[in-house]
């Protein structure tokens, strides 16, 4: 797991040694390895094939079920493009699986985007909390948040309603041209200045 042996690497053993050059070496790489984020998205999100837990359909297809629902609902792009991964946790988060897919949506998408997937397994409880001995009405603890309604929403007409072997269920090559231009730019992330600077750069020089 040491990745590409011959490309150039920074020199220092701790960071309070690293070196301008050093960054800018970590730098360059970064760009090319940010732009195969969706490739690895689709990648991982692919690992839910076959995955059914005791559901009624696999956990892809219920991915699947739940953009297309959205999409055909008129909901945008961004909006099905969470509702396509929202789950995508399911595989290294089964104890906080709406939390790692909140995380890796979280550059991308708008603050009520980010919450309603953030939150959604609270909601989604609702339908189900009271045969695994929890309360079903957890989600009214958020009752006066802004964002309520519209994961309430997002779980009854969209999540909730992912589970039918027969219903459409859009392929996910039909939702992978979303995902790269929702995942092209950051709006938020720790970096983003400094990544808007480097294309302004680029742009000027190109």
Same mark, same amino acid.
């Given at each position: 797991m040491d990745g590409h042996h011959d490309e150039p690497r920074a020199?220092?053993?701790?960071? %309070? %040694?690293?070196t301008a050059e050093d960054w800018k070496i970590? &730098?360059?790489? #970064?760009? &090319?390895?940010?732009?195969?984020?969706p490739d690895r998205v689709i990648t991982h999100l692919q690992l839910l094939e076959g995955d059914c837990g005791g559901f009624p359909v696999d956990r892809l297809t219920h991915c699947l079920q739940t953009a297309t629902l959205a999409h055909r609902d008129g909901q945008d792009e961004e909006y099905v493009v969470c509702a396509l991964l929202h789950d995508i946790g399911d595989t290294l988060g089964p104890y906080n699986h709406a939390d790692v897919g909140a995380a890796l949506l979280e550059p991308f998408v708008s603050e009520e985007n980010h919450w309603m997937v953030?939150?959604?397994a609270i909601?989604?409880?609702?339908?189900?909390?009271?045969?695994?001995?929890?309360d079903p009405d957890l989600r009214e603890k958020y009752r006066d948040h802004p964002c309520f309604d519209r994961t309430v929403e997002f779980c009854a007409k969209y999540d909730a309603a992912a589970f039918d072997p027969e219903q459409e269920t859009l392929?996910?090559?039909? #939702? %992978?041209?979303?995902?790269?231009r929702v995942m092209a730019k950051p709006k938020?992330?720790?970096?983003?200045?400094?990544?808007?600077?480097d294309q302004q750069e680029q742009r000027q020089t190109a």
């Open positions: 020199q220092f053993k701790h960071m %309070e %040694e690293g970590i &730098g360059q790489a #970064f760009g &090319g390895f940010a732009k195969e984020l953030k939150h959604h909601f989604q409880g609702y339908y189900f909390f009271e045969h695994l001995g929890l392929p996910l090559s039909f #939702f %992978e041209p979303m995902l790269r938020r992330s720790l970096y983003k200045n400094k990544l808007d600077a």
